[in-house]
């Protein structure tokens, strides 16, 4: 880790004071700085690296060294990742709070763009209940048929835990026979039971 990356990394305190305001105001969300998530995911990234360094850098007989400077590291990342958890899920909570009562109002241009993704989901949630519950008063079984009828188009990558047995899915498609370990593209419907099951783990695709 060179001296100019460690010079314009953000610091534990930094974070603290951060939460324990957030923590102290009533309402909010308050404003922190834009990049605050993506320095935090830099700091944890490196102090990842850093440990893989200092492993295969440091002699063997500075085995007791190594197992120190892991063990800090190791521990700086935990409190890191207590602290921004508990940052980003009380924010967060404000944010629905604030989304479900016409009387709490907050500033959008305090949200990171990593809360507004979390916004937008919200807010598409709420519509979705409210399209449902529109056409279920409404008496139109049709038309909530045909809503609801997207829900056999959504697709999971799923691995198997177990083999599995030829199917037909829940859009008359046949899936398998899978062996242990086989990877595919499954109806949500389908993979959430063997899921549920411990029958299969969901593959979640990092971006």
């Known amino acids: 880790m060179d001296q100019d990356e460690t010079q314009n990394l953000i610091t534990i305190d930094e974070i603290h004071n951060i939460l324990k305001k957030e923590i102290q105001l009533p309402n909010g969300p308050q404003p922190i700085p834009q990049n605050l998530y993506q320095n935090i995911a830099k700091l944890i990234y490196l102090l990842n690296e850093q440990s893989e360094v200092d492993y ?4 063997d007989e500075d085995d007791t060294t190594k197992e120190i400077s892991a063990e800090i590291k190791s521990n700086l990342i935990i409190v890191l990742t207590k602290l921004t958890t508990l ?3 009380i924010r967060c909570k ?3 709070n604030s989304s479900n009562s016409s009387s709490d109002v907050f500033d959008y241009s305090n949200l990171t763009d990593e809360e507004k993704y979390v916004f937008f989901g919200n807010r598409e949630r709420e519509k979705r209940i409210e399209v449902i519950l ?3 008063l409404k ?14 188009e959504n697709f999971v990558l799923v691995r198997f835990l177990d083999s599995m047995d030829k199917f037909v899915g829940v859009n008359m498609s ?11 593209i499954l109806p949500f419907e389908n993979a ?5 099951n411990n029958k299969a783990r969901e ?5």
Do not use: C, H, Q, W
């Open 56 to 59: 295969l850098e440091l002699p």
């Open 87 to 89: 940052l980003f899920t």
């Open 94 to 96: 404000k944010i629905f």
């Open 134 to 136: 529109k056409m279920l």
């Open 139 to 152: 008496g139109k079984p049709k038309t909530l048929e045909r809503i609801v009828s997207s829900v056999k």
């Open 174 to 184: 046949n899936y398998g026979p899978y062996k242990k370990d086989d990877v595919a």
């Open 192 to 196: 959430r039971s063997m899921i549920e």
């Open 203 to 207: 593959i979640r695709r990092m971006v």
